[in-house]
């Protein structure tokens, strides 16, 4: 195995022992079904500038001196192609994004391999020895280590399993795209934090709709809206239509007026009458948090019919752990829930088994009623009620509590109502 770091800069000698220059980089392509980029050619840094030599010119790569079949004035450079890769240009430093230990690493060195007298990109190091290895510290590291009887534990990437993107984008690794969608949304937000905005663009657009709208809940609206400032109009549309109301009101509320409207003429016209509503009321108001995702079911319904109306209807809701009942003018009666609904024999109706007497706040009730509700009460979610007790949204614990306990706690409270 040889390392990048441990070529750089190393003396480069024609045929008859000249020195030429020094090694600034190597050339690297993917070639036939090899998914390991081969070392195609060498960029040797002389005093009157560059030169790229062909790799088939070179006699010996791992040696105190690199040696050439030929001399200088010889060689025909080597022309580098589109996708060719500049070894130290392009990758060395630059971040990848590991989908196995959720998190943005950095790229410190770069493995070799020799497969008869080919050279290629085997391993990406992303640990402590490969920077070490960069600033020259990796040997007496090693022998401290040794001495104190420790090992310093090697951290590499399979090149096999990496991706570069184009231009100043993080690589990350190279898997299916619906194993990166099946990352919690939780766990590609934090990782969109760790990049830069243009990184973060990146990413996002190789992410199904519905993907990114399970992301963006996880983050701040502020940052919401940083995301999707350059994202075409259409498909921030079809995100916020796969964002719950309350989340994408919230969202909206951090776009200037004329692009939020804009977006909500686009969307779907159910969605965005749920969002408009949301949006009249005071942000911090048990209506601004609301959101209209909740089961509710005719008073009439037995256990069994109810049952069923769930299974048709109820995929899209937030929270089914609660399902309330009301009449046609939505005037909340009850709420049960689905233990009540299981436990019920088929034929009972509802209206037998749910709780008349049921916690609510009002429209314009503060946030932290709404929390201080909750929690006295060791609820879920809050049904939200006008003056003629109409049932109009719910408030849930982790938007609830969103004022009372840190954001990035709150991020991480079990989601079994989702």
Request: net charge negative.
């Amino acid at each position: 195995m040889a390392y990048m770091s441990d070529l750089m800069g190393k003396p480069v000698a024609d045929v008859d022992g000249e020195l030429i220059g020094h090694l600034e980089d190597l050339i690297a392509s993917i070639r036939g079904e090899m998914p390991h980029p081969e070392v195609v050619a060498l960029v040797v840094k002389r005093s009157g500038g560059l030169v790229t030599v062909p790799f088939s010119d070179v006699v010996v790569l791992v040696a105190p001196a690199i040696s050439l079949t030929k001399r200088i004035k010889e060689i025909v450079p080597y022309q580098p192609h589109e996708h060719d890769l500049f070894l130290a240009r392009d990758v060395l430093d630059k971040q990848i994004i590991d989908t196995d230990g959720v998190r943005v690493v950095r790229v410190n060195d770069l493995e070799l391999a020799r497969v008869n007298t080919h050279f290629y990109v085997a391993n990406v190091d992303v640990g402590g020895v490969g920077l070490l290895r960069r600033l020259g510290l990796a040997k007496p590291a090693q022998s401290l280590a040794k001495r104190f009887k420790r090992e310093l534990p090697p951290n590499v990437i399979s090149w096999g399993d990496v991706e570069l993107l184009p231009g100043d984008q993080p690589m990350r690794l190279k898997v299916p795209g619906k194993k990166i969608a099946d990352l919690h949304p939780a766990d590609l937000a934090e990782i969109i934090s760790d990049l830069t905005r243009a990184e973060s663009n990146q990413l996002l657009e190789t992410l199904d709709v519905k993907t990114v709208a399970d992301t963006l809940e996880e983050v701040e609206p502020d940052f919401q809206a940083s995301l999707v400032e350059t994202m075409p109009d259409e498909k921030v549309a079809d995100v916020l239509e796969e964002m719950s109301p309350d989340e994408a009101a919230d969202l909206l509320a951090e776009l200037p007026e004329d692009r939020s409207q804009e977006l909500l003429n686009l969307m779907e016209r159910d969605e965005a009458e749920d969002v408009r509503k949301l949006l009249t009321f005071p942000v911090d108001s048990a209506g601004g948090i609301m959101t209209t995702e909740f089961v509710a079911v005719s008073p009439d319904l037995t256990a069994e019919q109810a049952l069923t109306f769930l299974r048709e209807t109820a995929r899209e809701a937030e929270n089914i752990f609660y399902v309330y009942v009301a009449d046609k003018q939505d005037h909340l009666l009850g709420v049960f829930s689905l233990k009540d609904l299981v436990l019920a024999k088929p034929d009972t109706v509802v209206t037998e088994f749910m709780h008349a007497r049921v916690v609510t706040v009002s429209l314009m009730d503060s946030q932290d009623d709404a929390a201080q509700a909750i929690s006295k009460y060791n609820l879920v979610a809050l049904p939200v009620v006008d003056e003629e007790h109409r049932l109009h949204g719910i408030v849930t614990a982790d938007d609830a509590l969103d004022k009372i306990i840190p954001t990035a706690w709150k991020k991480r409270l079990p989601r079994m109502y989702r």
